[in-house]
């Protein structure tokens, strides 16, 4: 009977699996072919991106998938189910969830070292018209191979960063050497492994402060304030057109006696001419976006928006509420910079961390909260990125536009989602450190009968409390997210201070949002430095 169940749960499981793999397949097909430039498309860097953000979004659903395995375990009353009742099950099914996390994480350096820039210099070398196939391809490889170096480098420092200490400080060199290999065959190279992608995530750590931190107040604030009125927006856009045909004639009428303009004169001309074809291009977007349906109905959504903008908001503050109370509560109670500000359990009382707790006697709404707030933090960091563009310090590179974005630029942003997803369990962690440790896991404390007895007894009656730091160590099961994140203390560090970086950084984009004014209906679509040409993708 136990085994049909098992049977009947192990086919739904795999059923929803397939299901949430499929949505996430259209998702990212819609959301790539949204963006996508029709001029300049290919297949070979389409499939790139659909896959690398499938990849990055698979990858982000795996930590609700760790904490309901190790909160499926238990009863609510604190015991443990049949068939997690031997230490060895418990330990297959976490180990499952490692080699999953380590599947995903191989995938995604194979991603970002290899796949991403071949796919990436194939198609700038394609921009060469002499060049033949062969080229291309032997072009791609040769400046790839720099990123395979360091690759390369990143697992050898991993695998020979000694995780314990020496058994003997006074060891020579030939028995120091001889620790560190059997380190390394004793984990069979995942330390390695590890090492490469927590230096990833150092990584997405940069994105996040940038785009995450900046998503989150532009993407709630965008949808409360609207965009301008299209009609206005085309009075406005006659009017410079005047102002400019006009001065256009000015200069032109000093050049009627046949005397030829100064050079001042002929560059003012240039530019106001320039300045023009920019704005006959704004009229003809405005004019589509006028009659278009999309307008029509999202000036019916308007109050769904407001709605919707004011729930984000919400959102992102408890986050940042939740984000600063973790930190401070590392600050006061964790042993320090050399241990990584670990703190075991929660000495400070969290919002996020309560509530998913609250939530958890509900099923499921506890792991539909923390699916959601994972999908949330992907989603506004690719709000971020569509509205900063991509920039490399104070240069940017490319920019994420609809219909119009490069080939080039959606291979970046993939990239840039894969490590901001490395992140992310972080942050989650930061956010509900307790949850994300132990879900909803719950032991027995000794009933007055059990502690009679000497800790004898087989009474099962006793009060049932969530896990913390305080419980008996075969009571609770860690999940493989929490061990894989602080392998490595040092990152841990920097993590830290990282997500006082994050906290600042969304303060300050919170001021600037709400000092901008409405977007244009057209934001982003035309701009000075575009070509004529890219209008042939608008339709007119």
């Given at each position: 009977?136990?085994?049909?169940?098992?049977?009947?749960?192990?086919?739904?499981?795999?059923?929803?699996f397939a299901f949430v793999l499929l949505v996430i397949l259209a998702f990212c097909w819609v959301y790539i072919r949204k963006y996508q430039s029709r001029q300049e498309s290919?297949?070979?860097?389409?499939?790139?991106?659909?896959?690398?953000?499938?990849?990055?979004?698979?990858?982000?659903?795996?930590?609700?998938?760790?904490?309901?395995?190790?909160?499926?375990?238990?009863?609510?009353?604190?015991?443990?189910?049949?068939?997690?009742?031997?230490?060895?099950?418990?330990?297959?099914?976490?180990?499952?969830?490692?080699?999953?996390?380590?599947?995903?994480?191989?995938?995604?350096?194979?991603?970002?070292?290899?796949?991403?820039?071949?796919?990436?210099?194939?198609?700038?070398?394609?921009?060469?018209?002499?060049?033949?196939?062969?080229?291309?391809?032997?072009?791609?490889?040769?400046?790839?191979?720099?990123?395979?170096?360091?690759?390369?480098?990143?697992?050898?420092?991993?695998?020979?960063?000694?995780?314990?200490?020496?058994?003997?400080?006074?060891?020579?060199?030939?028995?120091?050497?001889?620790?560190?290999?059997?380190?390394?065959?004793?984990?069979?190279?995942?330390?390695?492994?590890?090492?490469?992608?927590?230096?990833?995530?150092?990584?997405?750590?940069?994105?996040?402060?940038?785009?995450?931190?900046?998503?989150?107040?532009?993407?709630?604030?965008?949808?409360?304030?609207?965009?301008?009125?299209?009609?206005?927006?085309?009075?406005?856009?006659?009017?410079?057109?005047?102002?400019?045909?006009?001065?256009?004639?000015?200069?032109?009428?000093?050049?009627?006696?046949?005397?030829?303009?100064?050079?001042?004169?002929?560059?003012?001309?240039?530019?106001?001419?320039?300045?023009?074809?920019?704005?006959?291009?704004?009229?003809?977007?405005?004019?589509?976006?006028?009659?278009?349906?999309?307008t029509k109905v999202g000036g019916a959504l308007r109050p769904l928006k407001i709605v919707l903008g004011i729930f984000f908001i919400l959102v992102a503050l408890l986050f940042?509420?939740?984000?600063?109370?973790?930190?401070?509560?590392?600050?006061?109670?964790?042993?320090?910079?050399?241990?990584?500000?670990?703190?075991?359990?929660?000495?400070?009382?969290?919002?996020?961390?309560?509530?998913?707790?609250?939530?958890?006697?509900?099923?499921?709404?506890?792991?539909?909260?923390?699916?959601?707030?994972?999908?949330?933090?992907?989603?506004?960091?690719?709000?971020?990125?569509?509205?900063?563009?991509?920039?490399?310090?104070?240069?940017?590179?490319?920019?994420?536009?609809?219909?119009?974005?490069?080939?080039?630029?959606?291979?970046?942003?993939?990239?840039?989602?894969?490590?901001?997803?490395?992140?992310?369990?972080?942050?989650?962690?930061?956010?509900?450190?307790?949850?994300?440790?132990?879900?909803?896991?719950?032991?027995?404390?000794?009933?007055?009968?059990?502690?009679?007895?000497?800790?004898?007894?087989?009474?099962?009656?006793?009060?049932?409390?969530?896990?913390?730091?305080?419980?008996?160590?075969?009571?609770?099961?860690?999940?493989?997210?929490?061990?894989?994140?602080?392998?490595?203390?040092?990152?841990?560090?920097?993590?830290?201070?990282?997500?006082?970086?994050?906290?600042?950084?969304?303060?300050?984009?919170?001021?600037?949002?709400?000092?901008?004014?409405?977007?244009?209906?057209?934001?982003?679509?035309?701009?000075?430095?575009?070509?004529?040409?890219?209008?042939?993708?608008?339709?007119?």
């Amino acid at each position: 009977m136990a085994d049909a169940s098992m049977l009947t749960e192990s086919v739904l499981g795999w059923s929803i699996f397939a299901f949430v793999l499929l949505v996430i397949l259209a998702f990212c097909w819609v959301y790539i072919r949204k963006y996508q430039s029709r001029q300049e498309s290919e297949v070979i860097s389409t499939i790139t991106a659909i896959c690398a953000l499938a990849i990055a979004l698979i990858t982000s659903a795996l930590l609700p998938v760790d904490i309901f395995l190790v909160s499926y375990m238990k009863y609510p009353n604190g015991t443990y189910k049949e068939w997690a009742a031997s230490n060895e099950t418990r330990a297959q099914t976490e180990d499952t969830v490692l080699y999953g996390y380590y599947t995903l994480y191989s995938i995604i350096l194979f991603c970002v070292f290899l796949w991403i820039p071949f796919v990436y210099f194939y198609y700038e070398e394609r921009d060469d018209d002499n060049v033949n196939k062969c080229s291309q391809v032997k072009n791609a490889l040769k400046y790839t191979v720099g990123f395979l170096i360091v690759c390369a480098a990143l697992l050898l420092i991993g695998a020979f960063v000694p995780l314990e200490a020496l058994p003997n400080q006074n060891s020579t060199q030939w028995e120091k050497v001889q620790h560190l290999f059997e380190e390394l065959g004793s984990s069979h190279g995942l330390a390695a492994l590890s090492f490469s992608v927590s230096t990833l995530t150092l990584v997405g750590m940069l994105a996040v402060i940038t785009y995450t931190a900046y998503g989150m107040s532009v993407l709630p604030l965008n949808l409360i304030k609207g965009t301008r009125s299209v009609k206005y927006e085309r009075l406005e856009n006659c009017e410079d057109m005047e102002e400019v045909e006009h001065q256009i004639e000015k200069l032109k009428s000093k050049c009627e006696d046949g005397r030829p303009l100064s050079s001042y004169d002929r560059r003012a001309l240039q530019d106001l001419e320039a300045r023009l074809r920019v704005l006959h291009r704004r009229e003809r977007h405005l004019e589509v976006a006028e009659k278009s349906c999309c307008t029509k109905v999202g000036g019916a959504l308007r109050p769904l928006k407001i709605v919707l903008g004011i729930f984000f908001i919400l959102v992102a503050l408890l986050f940042t509420v939740a984000l600063f109370i973790s930190n401070l509560d590392k600050a006061l109670h964790s042993a320090g910079v050399n241990s990584g500000f670990i703190v075991f359990g929660t000495n400070l009382t969290n919002p996020l961390n309560e509530l998913l707790l609250a939530l958890q006697p509900i099923f499921p709404l506890d792991y539909i909260l923390i699916t959601v707030i994972t999908m949330y933090f992907v989603l506004t960091s690719m709000a971020g990125i569509r509205n900063m563009g991509i920039w490399f310090f104070w240069i940017r590179l490319y920019k994420i536009r609809s219909r119009r974005t490069r080939p080039q630029a959606l291979l970046f942003l993939c990239m840039i989602l894969l490590l901001i997803v490395l992140h992310t369990s972080y942050m989650i962690y930061s956010l509900a450190p307790q949850y994300v440790m132990y879900g909803s896991q719950k032991y027995l404390l000794p009933s007055k009968a059990a502690l009679a007895s000497g800790g004898q007894s087989n009474d099962t009656t006793g009060n049932a409390r969530f896990c913390d730091a305080d419980a008996p160590e075969d009571q609770c099961t860690v999940t493989r997210s929490y061990l894989f994140l602080h392998k490595f203390w040092f990152f841990s560090t920097i993590y830290y201070f990282g997500n006082w970086a994050f906290i600042g950084v969304f303060l300050i984009g919170l001021v600037v949002s709400c000092c901008k004014g409405k977007k244009s209906v057209i934001e982003g679509e035309v701009e000075a430095d575009d070509s004529d040409m890219s209008d042939e993708e608008y339709p007119h």
